[in-house]
């Protein structure tokens, strides 16, 4: 391993995740906190914690500059982005790069070009996956998404349900995406009205090998925003989850890819068809479902592919073991149009159960501040089947205590008690459309 | 962020009705150190633009005195923002301030660069150097001491 010390540059669950994998790996970890998060269990857990600056992301996670003075200034030779924030910040790399600094994720270029949704979507044709649509509206048909070349999870789409409707929405959404993200360019995208989301985990090293590590199926969803995740999708036929896995392995090749990735299809649960969607040039919220059926680690796969070694493990190794659940537990209220819930949580506990993985920087006392995103906590259930999983998870759910904010918890146990969600492969809209009569279950 | 009169009454009304025996707020460029029983509050400093502290001390509850600080924990300058801090415009020139320097709130007392941004570092508050607490050429995290201040008039 050549390197020796990591600035972590993020906060939460995800930075005491890279603490831990840096100590598996005899690493020192460096976490640059805000004000705010400078007593979290990541800062204790880290081998030396620096104030990055006040609580609001503008003034601390999001200023490149500092995280790279402050990796600098600390003597690491790395920097771990985790998720959201700069993570997938083109600039913020070559940052780190232009310093001598070892970013861990794809190169800049890669992750410009990832970035750019268009660009993506013609490398994909020409590695030769299919693509839902291209042109014009004609050529796409009705109903179809607007998407901006510059959003990306979830961001920034619009439904357009016929012709009438196209004028004024396609302006609405350019001015949107130039607002949003400083790029008003946008593409459209035939809808598919049964759709599930899955998604490929890609790993790929500097010494050119590139490994998928199974799928995940992330159909449970809310205004585009995943709220439960699982490995390996539901009644996937063989046939279409190796055709999936080697398409995404095409495509990381295609664009050079680098590190741990994730390439996302939209699959059409009528004609079993599935077309690429986006690339994400970071460790994914949904990893650990991932981690819990092949046994990898990805996170530390990511610190040896960013130290130059190779990948631990060949193709052939690969290995899907069980089923895994994950379910993300926000603070944010169901029944009062989730609305985030900030407060201080009195306190927290989840029961230790076997095949139960918990992800979470809640303890008794946290204080989930408001300048962040609402993620309390990540529960994971890894079973021998799709059943056990569901028990595991639902068990864990039954347990946990939360108290102090509002949280989703009876929802997400209403979800996996539900005889849809059991029988599998739920589609992209099932959770929106379920949602009332699931919440009069969490009301009653 | 400063505090007004108003800010202070209340915090004084409050500490008043509590069983607290001791207060003390530190922010940007104030801090204010209230104990109960017949003690003396501080309040520290006083933002420039503030026109006088004398409202301030004229609010005097249940025997308190408000007195500017004498020997003791003066007020700290904190650092504005990560970076490497230093004490001069550049190698071999004399430091901004050192022990025994007067500042007043608009006095450049040091420099943080941050990626070749040199962000000048005023004191925010009068008084006289008494400490310095952080170590040119090093790295100083956010809101970390860079001096002490003996606070004055």
Redesign the interface.
């Known amino acids: 391993m050549t390197i020796a010390r990591v600035f972590v540059a993020n906060r939460g669950e995800i930075a005491l995740r890279i603490v831990r994998a840096c100590r598996e790996l005899g690493v020192e970890a460096v976490l640059?906190a805000s004000?705010v998060d400078m007593f979290s269990p990541a800062a204790r857990a880290a081998d030396r914690v620096?104030?990055?600056?006040?609580g609001p992301s503008a003034q601390?996670y999001l200023r490149a500059?500092?995280l790279?003075?402050?990796a600098l200034?600390?003597g690491c030779d790395a920097i771990h982005p985790g998720y959201g924030f700069l993570s997938e910040s083109a600039p913020f790399a070559a940052?780190a790069r232009e310093h001598g600094l070892v970013f861990v994720g794809p190169p800049p270029e890669v992750i410009e070009l990832a970035g750019d949704k268009l660009r993506a979507r013609e490398e994909a044709v020409l590695a030769g996956l299919a693509v839902l649509g291209g042109g014009d509206a004609s050529e796409v048909g009705f109903p179809l998404l607007v998407k901006a070349a510059g959003g990306g999870g979830g961001r920034g789409i619009k439904l357009v349900r016929d012709a009438g409707e196209l004028g004024a929405l396609l302006s609405l959404a350019r001015s949107e995406a130039g607002s949003a993200f400083g790029d008003e360019r946008v593409y459209l995208e035939r809808f598919v009205a049964a759709a599930r989301h899955i998604e490929v985990q890609v790993a790929a090293d500097e010494l050119g090998s590139v490994i998928a590590l199974g799928e995940r199926d992330c159909s449970v969803q809310r205004r585009y925003q995943k709220v439960i995740e699982e490995s390996p999708a539901p009644g996937l036929p063989d046939a279409t989850r190796d055709a999936l896995c080697e398409a995404a392995i095409a495509f990381a090749r295609r664009i050079s890819y680098r590190n741990v990735g994730t390439v996302e299809f939209v699959l059409d649960a009528a004609s079993g068809e599935f077309f690429f969607l986006e690339c994400n040039c970071r460790i994914q919220v949904e990893h650990p479902v991932t981690e819990a059926v092949t046994g990898v680690d990805l996170v530390c796969e990511q610190l040896r592919i960013a130290a130059g070694d190779p990948l631990s493990l060949a193709q052939e190794a690969v290995r899907v073991d069980g089923h895994a659940i994950e379910c993300r537990l926000t603070a944010e209220d169901p029944e009062r149009g989730f609305q985030p819930s900030p407060g201080r949580i009195a306190r927290f506990a989840v029961p230790a159960l076997p095949g139960l993985r918990v992800d979470t920087h809640c303890e008794d006392g946290t204080f989930v501040a408001p300048y962040y995103d609402s993620l309390l906590a990540k529960l994971i259930a890894h079973g021998r089947d799709r059943a056990h999983a569901i028990t595991i998870l639902s068990a864990a759910l039954e347990g946990l205590e939360c108290d102090g904010v509002r949280t989703n918890r009876d929802l997400l146990a209403r979800v996996l008690a539900d005889g849809e969600y059991a029988a599998g492969a739920v589609t992209t809209t099932w959770l929106e459309g379920a949602l009332p009569a699931l919440l009069e279950g969490v009301a009653a | 962020m400063g505090l007004s009169d108003e800010d202070v009454r209340e915090i004084l009304r409050i500490i008043d009705s509590s069983p607290l025996e001791e207060l003390r707020i530190e922010s940007e460029g104030f801090a204010l150190h209230v104990r109960k029983g017949g003690g003396l509050i501080e309040a520290l400093p006083e933002p420039a633009e503030r026109p006088s502290p004398a409202p301030v001390a004229a609010v005097e509850p249940s025997g308190a005195a408000v007195l500017p600080s004498g020997a003791g924990e003066g007020v700290v300058i904190a650092s504005p923002?990560?970076?490497?801090f230093y004490r001069a415009e550049g190698p071999g020139r004399p430091p901004f301030v050192d022990v025994g320097s007067r500042v007043e709130p608009g006095t450049t007392v040091g420099i943080v660069?941050?990626?070749k941004?040199m962000n000048s570092v005023p004191a925010g508050v009068s008084g006289v150097i008494e400490e310095v607490c952080a170590e040119n050429a090093?790295?100083v995290?956010?809101?970390?001491p860079l001096f002490r201040v003996r606070g004055g008039p």
């Open positions: 640059g004000e620096v104030c990055i600056g006040p601390s500059d500092t790279v003075a402050a200034g600390t940052r | 923002l990560l970076g490497t660069e941050v990626m941004m090093q790295l995290e956010y809101g970390q």
